[in-house]
């Protein structure tokens, strides 16, 4: 069981930047094929993937977001990160953390993360 905590939403102004993270109670590398990866929801739209990584680090990015946005990790204290640089208005959504094994560390809907944080909203204003 993995329990994933979300912070450092906010609001931002266009162009500003915000860093998300999303504390793990264990580290999801004590499961198999670990992926750890970002995901949001804006108002009225469907959930998009953002960002993943794996034990090896960044696996996949959003094309619309790569080179915007940065996903990381601190294995020493169990802390994933999202650096978002350049935001913009569109970049408002609740911002999930989620973490699976064994599923592959794509951005779709199929297979599904098995671990879930609550989110963290992110507003950007023009």
């Known amino acids: 069981q993995v329990e994933l905590t979300e912070s450092g939403g906010g609001s931002a102004q266009a162009g500003g930047s915000l860093t998300l993270s999303c504390a793990a109670t264990r580290s999801p590398s004590r499961y198999t094929n670990f992926c750890v990866g970002w995901f949001r929801r804006a108002p009225g739209k469907e959930r998009e993937g953002v960002a993943a990584?794996?034990?090896?680090?960044?696996?996949n990015y959003a094309d619309s977001l790569k080179g915007r946005f940065t996903i990381s990790q601190d294995k020493s204290k169990n802390i994933f990160y999202l650096q978002m640089n350049s935001l913009k208005p569109e970049d408002t959504a609740m911002y999930y953390c989620a973490a699976r094994s064994n599923g592959g560390c794509g951005l779709g809907r199929i297979p599904p993360y098995n671990y879930w944080g609550q989110g963290t909203q992110v507003t950007v204003s023009s």
């Open positions: 990584l794996d034990s090896n680090g960044p696996v």
